[in-house]
């Protein structure tokens, strides 16, 4: 979990996620993933996603494979998740972003669920990683076109390097996409000494109207006084940065 001022809810958050939770089960000798999710391109269907996905696979051999669930059909465990955590929060007053860590860990008291607070220098750059390992998205091994919104399966091998293994149907065969390679043009990627890139240089700048709105909320005593340090952190935030 994070607030806004940590980070965003875009590709780079997401796929940082995914890339602590894989490298914290690699550690503990797994060497095969598969995700599950809804078909969101935003979050979890991009070619950012798909090019941490080679970089994982080539960087620790291993393989992971992506599923998206049909549309219609996208209900999972973690809707459930969610409307615990709202049930949960129905009648707790909360003041800061903090407070959620505390409701969501203690919103299940049997197999509570277990939080952690991403720190903004573990959100990486995957834009950047994009830029620097990939340069082909548009056609496959075959000169097929390549539509990314249509993708049913993905699918990183560490037997097949810079190529991404994909389905647009899922009784299909795999298809494969030769990321660093676009008709003549070929770039040589060394996977081993590539660094990730952090994604941001300081906390993150609240929008002026959000800040106004927390202030009116201040103003009002619907945020206690207690609370209004946290609320003067966000105004030193607001003068730092240059959202608007």
């Not at 607030?3 to 602590?20: K, M, P, Q, T």
């Not at 598969?34 to 078909?39: E, I, K, T, V």
């Not at 699918?155 to 996409?177: G, I, Q, W």
């Not at 906390?203 to 006084?225: M, N, P, T």
């Amino acid at each position: 979990m994070w607030n806004e001022v940590v980070g965003n809810r875009g590709a780079s958050e997401i796929g940082s996620c995914l890339l602590l939770y894989i490298i914290s089960q690699v550690e503990q000798g797994i060497r095969e993933f598969s995700f599950f999710s809804d078909n969101c391109s935003g979050q979890n269907r991009n070619r950012f996603l798909y090019s941490l996905y080679s970089y994982l696979s080539q960087k620790y051999q291993i393989k992971i494979k992506h599923t998206y669930l049909e549309k219609g059909h996208t209900q999972s465990e973690g809707d459930c998740v969610h409307s615990v955590i709202e049930r949960a929060a129905r009648n707790i007053p909360i003041y800061t972003p903090d407070q959620w860590y505390t409701v969501v860990r203690t919103a299940k008291r049997k197999d509570p669920y277990k939080v952690v607070e991403l720190a903004q220098e573990n959100i990486y750059d995957l834009k950047d990683l994009e830029k620097k390992t990939c340069i082909n998205w548009e056609r496959d091994e075959e000169n097929e076109r390549v539509f990314l919104n249509k993708i049913k399966i993905v699918e990183a091998d560490p037997r097949f390097p810079n190529t991404l293994l994909f389905k647009v149907n899922y009784d299909s065969t795999y298809k494969k996409l030769k990321l660093t390679e676009k008709g003549r043009k070929k770039i040589d990627v060394e996977i081993a000494s590539l660094k990730l890139k952090p994604c941001y240089e300081k906390e993150i700048s609240l929008k002026k109207l959000k800040y106004d709105h927390l202030q009116f909320l201040c103003r009002k005593g619907a945020i206690l006084a207690p609370y209004h340090k946290t609320q003067a952190q966000f105004h030193l935030l607001r003068n730092l940065g240059s959202a608007t």
